[in-house]
Nanobody, 125 residues
Framework: VQLQASGGGLVQAGGSVRLSCAAS????????MGWFRQPPGMEREFVAA????????YYADSVKGRFTIFRDNDPNTVYLEMKSLKLEDTAVYYC???????????????????WGQGTLVTVSS
């Protein structure tokens, strides 16, 4: 599966942005999907994940209540809705896909086999 992330850009603190992750090759419906981010000069970190079935979602504590990972009617696209953005949300955001990821590994980037190219979100004051 190939993943294409988009939707990043410059946004003011407190604002919102929606990222998209479009899958091709095989539908993203077959995979557990995750969003990760890499702030400038820092390691890649987990943001949110969604089970293939849609039965469960998971969030990093730093984004819980502000970010939502979801899929709508398009089976090949997963979104990350980001609200109440903070300066520290500035990062390159990556979407990822994996199969049969165990619960304890949903936040582990090594559990995901496929990655998009990343999209930059810059939050300004």
């Amino acid at each position: 599966v190939q993943l294409q992330a988009s939707g990043g850009g410059l946004v003011q603190a407190g604002g919102s942005v929606r990222l998209s992750c479009a899958a091709s090759g095989r539908t993203s419906r077959r995979y557990d999907m995750g969003w990760f981010r890499q702030p400038p000069g820092m390691e890649r970190e987990f943001v949110a994940a969604r089970r293939q079935s849609g039965s469960s979602t998971y969030y990093a504590d730093s984004v819980k209540g502000r970010f939502t990972i979801f899929r709508d009617n398009d089976p090949n696209t997963v979104y990350l809705e980001m609200k109440s953005l903070k300066l520290e949300d500035t990062a390159v955001y990556y979407c990822a896909a994996g199969s049969g990821i165990i619960l304890s590994s949903m936040g582990n980037p090594n559990a995901y086999a496929y990655w998009g190219q990343g999209t930059l979100v810059t939050v300004s004051s």
